[in-house]
């Protein structure tokens, strides 16, 4: 079983950044791919952004392409998710989650669990 503590959020105004982060322990975390995931009040939770344990292998919705990166740190056990011009629809609560099985590739159809509990983004416009 891994636990994953998310950190990074808060308030910001539409156009800035933030860089949300999520601490892995208790389970080898380089070898499982890690998501970033979003939800808004009265909304499901969606998946944003995916690494694979081959960093090069990254995933992003559409509405975030080209304003977040995902990245990871093996060493430190970390994933990352810098947002960058960000919109007041970015608000929501911000988890990260381990995919359920090492190695593959990731994608929209990974299948994740070990939820954290979550970090709250606010942008005001």
């Known amino acids: 079983q891994v636990q994953l503590v998310e950190s990074g959020g808060g308030s910001v105004q539409a156009g800035g950044s933030l860089r949300l982060s999520c601490a892995a322990s208790?389970?080898?975390?380089?070898?499982?791919?890690m998501g970033w995931f979003r939800q808004a009040p009265g909304k499901e939770r969606e998946l944003i952004a995916a690494?694979?344990?081959?960093?090069?292998?990254?995933y992003y919705r559409d509405f975030v392409k080209g304003r977040f990166t995902i990245s990871r740190d093996n060493t430190n056990n970390t994933v990352y998710l810098q947002m960058n011009s960000l919109k007041p629809e970015d608000t929501a609560v911000y988890s990260c989650?381990?995919?359920?099985?090492?190695?593959?590739?990731?994608?929209?159809?990974?299948?994740?669990?070990?939820w954290g509990q979550g970090t709250q983004v606010t942008v005001s416009s």
């Open positions: 989650a381990a995919s359920l099985y090492p190695w593959g590739v990731v994608g929209p159809s990974t299948r994740f669990g070990s």
């Open positions: 208790g389970r080898t975390f380089s070898t499982y791919a």
């Open positions: 690494i694979g344990w081959n960093a090069n292998n990254k």
